[in-house]
């Protein structure tokens, strides 16, 4: 298994196949991820992303039955294991562990916007 750190757009793409669970595949994802950030995202950027969480052990997938739709051809359907639970899980920690260390007055009067 490769190392077990998130970059930003990994845990990215984990949070979109958990969000889009039981039918995370490529282009669904990528569809998402524009929908949720307004984000650009090239569908080769994902596949990339989708191929290291595999590596690390925080993804599996599987091939669905092939559809009429998409000419015959089968989706590879992500989903998140138990390693990549558990690494979201440090991340979502980390982030809040350290934004509620932040001192309030360093956060005082800024305003999205705002004077």
Known sequence: M???QLGEFEELVLLIVGVLFPEAY??????EIISQTKRKVAI??????????????FLKSELAEAT???GGRRKRLFTITA?????????HELRNE???QI??????GLNFGGI
């Open 44 to 57: 080769g950027a994902v596949h990339s992303s989708l191929s290291r969480l595999q590596e690390k052990g």
């Open 68 to 70: 009429h739709e998409r």
């Open 98 to 100: 350290l934004f509620n």
């Open 103 to 108: 001192p309030k007055i360093a956060l005082k």
């Open 26 to 31: 490529g282009l669904s994802i990528r569809e």
């Open 83 to 91: 390693n990549g639970k558990r690494a979201l899980e440090r991340n």
């Open 2 to 4: 490769k190392g077990t």
